[in-house]
């Protein structure tokens, strides 16, 4: 049924009546009658009832409006749209577009407009060019007559020093470029949404799984060509192309990106080019010893860098700072500018903050799993990761390259990947792995003793296949009855995440809350290993609670859940990007939509059924 509707008066009746607490969105906090009523122009009229089919009215009509239309033929099926139909609609034909950047001329425009940070934006864009990359550095020089932005050629040396040295003056940095018949064109990349308008590490893989999914390959293959750009410019994949992350990295998944666009693109001289870059990540980022790689053959993660990470908001760290900076009889502030200086001098928060960097480089900022010790701890997941990195070596290597492969002066056989497999898992045995318990457990190099914290992270070894059947069965038995929660599995147990107060505020990636990359992880881990009833519960528990909160809070598609109370309303530390919208979400939020995508495929066609209904799992599992 198509009714041809005026648009402007539409959406202006539409929000005086239903749009009570005027943010723009209709919500079930919205107090109006829930029913609306839309005049055709020929005269008939069609009522519009419930919350959900009035947000997707609201939707349809903001769309039409910024496409410049004044007259919508709206059809009366996509107000009545199947929730979960919907959804995955929006992400593959509307989100994805939202979140695709460039860093050609097009691109910068946008960048321009980024609010990253009141105290990290100016009036110009500076842009910050690999010292090889001499296509780049021309052209973003051209550009300065065009555009508000100053080029900046990088040392060949990148340092601590250098790079604290450039946090008065941070910017943007410089992505791949092709050249295409004369015309310079940015390699697309998609970003996470919200404040995080750049290309993160590890959420690149996560949504690259979405794109996939959703038939964007040349996209998902782009990600792969920029982490590729990176590590052979800047020595590793960033944690985002952001100046001050020139010293970090993120957990590490770029063997798992290229599997997976080989899979699709059979190309087999692309996969041979990022085999080599991946060899060169494993062998210069994570296996230098004294680095990263720790004196008993496991991982940590330790980011260089010098003084206080620059992108957080003005106040983040003054609780540490205050006591010190009393001792001394001075302002914060006074402190902080001769800390940063180097005029003050403190030991004890030099490895302060060299913990907090790497905390940041684990992806997992922040967590009481890893604060103030992040530097010292061998960590399950990164272990698994680097475990994964391994195996994929050793299987590509033997199915794509007669089981030899020459890059870096050496070459490598399935053999010797296995070899270093097998070593890690032995290892993570000895250090990781807590018998008793049935779980893995993070290890302190400097304590020489497990941490106790029970994290979602201890699952990984699963989609790692790095866990014995034996200890995949404890794993089932022990770790996922408590963190399983009515939404799916939280970051930690309450128990671990410990007593929250004004003093010790809670931290966003430990319980309530629950993460799209642990879900994602984990559902592949269980079906690794044969538990599919376990994997689907947790699916449909993860897309129910996605459903829910977009069907009753207008589209809403977040960064993260409360996983206990099952809603996007969550509000430690940062808060929670993707809520803030006017009208309509044109983004939702990178991993989260990939985790949607994914979950489908995943799920059975019964319980898809019973999501569009909004059936609550405990009428579907019999645990609950």
Not at 220 to 247: C, P, W
Not at 329 to 343: A, F
Not at 411 to 437: I, M, V
Not at 584 to 611: R, V
Request: aromatic share 12%; charged share 25%; proline share 4%.
């Amino acid at each position: 049924m198509i009714f041809t509707i005026q648009i402007r008066e539409t959406l202006k009746n539409l929000l005086i009546q239903e749009d009570t607490d005027g943010d723009k969105k209709i919500t079930i906090e919205d107090k109006g009658p829930k029913e609306f009523v839309i005049r055709a122009t020929s005269g008939k009229n069609y009522p519009i009832k419930g919350t959900y089919y009035l947000s997707n009215l609201l939707q349809e009509l903001v769309r039409a409006k910024n496409k410049g239309l004044e007259v919508l033929e709206l059809d009366i099926a996509r107000i009545e749209e199947l929730p979960v139909n919907r959804i995955s609609r929006s992400i593959k034909d509307y989100y994805w577009q939202g979140l695709t950047r460039t860093m050609d001329e097009k691109g910068i425009e946008a960048l321009l407009s980024d609010t990253k940070n009141d105290t990290l934006t100016g009036d110009i864009l500076n842009i910050y060019v690999p010292f090889e990359d001499t296509i780049a550095l021309q052209y973003y020089q051209q550009l300065e007559k065009k555009l508000p932005i100053e080029t900046i050629q990088l040392p060949e040396i990148i340092t601590p020093e250098f790079v604290k040295s450039i946090n008065t003056k941070p910017g943007i940095l410089a992505l791949k470029l092709i050249n295409e018949n004369g015309n310079i064109q940015g390699i697309p990349f998609v970003v996470p949404g919200g404040r995080f308008n750049e290309m993160y590490g590890w959420d690149s893989y996560f949504e690259s799984v979405g794109l996939i999914i959703d038939g964007k390959i040349a996209l998902a293959k782009a990600m792969a060509d920029n982490f590729q750009y990176e590590v052979e410019h800047y020595g590793k994949i960033l944690n985002a192309n952001r100046s001050y992350y020139l010293t970090r990295t993120q957990p590490p998944f770029y063997t798992s990106l290229i599997r997976e666009v080989f899979e699709v693109t059979q190309d087999r001289e692309w996969l041979k080019s990022h085999l080599k870059t991946a060899i060169k990540e494993y062998e210069t980022v994570w296996m230098v010893e004294g680095k990263r790689l720790t004196k008993n053959g496991l991982n940590r993660f330790l980011a260089d860098g010098l003084g206080m990470p620059p992108e957080c908001e003005e106040g983040h760290f003054d609780a540490i700072i205050k006591p010190v900076a009393k001792a001394l009889n001075i302002s914060i502030k006074s402190y902080i500018d001769g800390y940063q200086n180097g005029e003050i001098k403190n030991t004890a928060l030099d490895i302060y903050f060299l913990n907090d960097r790497s905390v940041r480089e684990s992806g997992h900022d922040t967590s009481y799993r890893i604060d103030g010790n992040c530097s010292e701890l061998n960590l399950v997941d990164l272990n698994a990761f680097l475990y994964k990195y391994e195996t994929d070596f050793k299987e590509i290597i033997a199915s794509e390259f007669d089981d030899s492969f020459s890059c870096n002066n050496q070459n490598y056989t399935s053999n010797f990947w296995n070899k270093k497999a097998q070593k890690r898992k032995q290892l993570s045995n000895t250090y990781l792995w807590d018998e008793e318990k049935g779980m893995y457990f993070d290890y302190n190099i400097k304590t020489a003793s497990n941490s106790a914290y029970v994290s979602a992270t201890t699952l990984t070894p699963l989609w790692a296949k790095m866990a014995s059947k034996e200890q995949a069965e404890k794993l089932i038995k022990t770790a996922l009855p408590l963190l399983k929660m009515e939404g799916g599995i939280a970051g930690s147990t309450q128990e671990s995440a410990g007593e929250i107060s004004t003093k010790r505020p809670q931290r966003q990636w430990d319980f309530p809350n629950g993460w799209a990359p642990h879900q994602m992880l984990i559902w592949k881990g269980l079906l690794h290993y044969k538990y599919k009833e376990e994997a689907q519960e947790l699916i449909y528990r993860w897309l129910l609670m996605i459903t829910k909160n977009a069907v009753d809070y207008n589209g809403t598609i977040p960064e993260k859940y409360d996983v206990v109370s099952a809603t996007h309303k969550v509000f430690a530390e940062y808060g929670n990007v993707g809520t803030d919208f006017e009208y309509i979400t044109d983004e939702g939020f990178g991993w989260m939509n990939a985790s949607y995508q994914y979950g489908l495929t995943l799920l059975n066609k019964e319980y898809k059924e019973h999501l569009n209904k909004l059936t609550t799992p405990n009428k579907l599992f019999k645990n609950d």
